[in-house]
């Protein structure tokens, strides 16, 4: 079993969308949450991070942990088809390992 | 501020040869990270490096191996290709320490794209 499981997609939306996109881990030692974006050809790019429980929002997206469940969440508002990409999350423990989620594919049609 | 770049950005190579990947992090970043993404194993982290120190290490065999010079660039080295070892390489730098939690704020370069033969 992988550490952190992420849904492949592709998550297919119409614009304006509320898009929700999800990560389920099993280390308890994870404590820093966050969320990649990256276009094809490209590098990631870092979305936002989060520290322990909690919400934070930054724009039009919004990052959610719930440790007690082991899930985080990354919800977008109002989506564009310039949001189309793949969307990564990470997790780092305190002893600084860190790692990734396969990625889930995002699709926002016009 | 120019963002990370890497050099090559597409390498083709044989089993067997050897290869030597480039970074230059962003002005002033001093932390420096190396990824491998596959489609299958997705992102998974190599190294990463702090004022010409290794500072952090994944589970990669010793074929793998990378430095950081003085003014923060970076090389990463594979000895022995294999043909599992065909993947984008990824360098991305910070500007925070390591131990001041460099590895959950990181800037990407657009990656190498190495395909072995």
């Known amino acids: 079993q992988k550490e952190v499981e992420q849904d492949p997609g592709p998550l297919s939306v119409p614009e304006g969308a509320i898009v929700s996109l999800n990560c389920t881990y099993s280390?308890?030692?994870?404590?820093?949450f966050m969320w990649y974006r990256q276009y094809s050809r490209k590098g990631p790019e870092l979305l936002m991070y989060t520290y322990s429980s909690g919400n934070k929002e930054d724009g039009r997206f919004t990052a959610q942990v719930d440790k007690s469940s082991k899930y985080i969440s990354l919800f977008i508002r109002d989506s564009q088809p310039s949001d189309s990409a793949t969307y990564l999350c990470?997790?780092?423990?305190?002893?600084?390992?860190?790692?990734f989620g396969t990625g889930t594919r995002l699709l926002v049609s016009p | 501020k120019a963002g990370v770049t890497q050099t090559p950005r597409y390498l083709i190579k044989t089993r067997g040869q050897q290869v030597t990947l480039s970074c230059s992090p962003i002005?002033?970043?001093?932390?420096v990270s190396w990824y491998q993404q596959t489609p299958g194993q997705g992102l998974q982290f190599l190294f990463e490096y702090f004022s010409e120190t290794q500072r952090n290490k994944g589970n990669f065999p010793g074929r793998f191996s990378g430095r950081q010079f003085s003014n923060s660039r970076s090389e990463m080295n594979v000895s022995t290709l294999e043909l599992g070892d065909s993947a984008l390489y990824l360098c991305?730098?910070?500007?925070?320490?390591?131990?001041?939690?460099?590895?959950?704020?990181?800037?990407f370069g657009p990656g190498t794209r190495l395909t072995v033969t």
């Open positions: 990470a997790m780092l423990t305190g002893f600084q390992k860190l790692v």
């Open positions: 002005s002033g970043h001093r932390s």
């Open positions: 991305a730098s910070s500007p925070r320490d390591t131990l001041a939690g460099g590895l959950r704020e990181q800037y």
């Open positions: 280390n308890s030692a994870f404590q820093y």
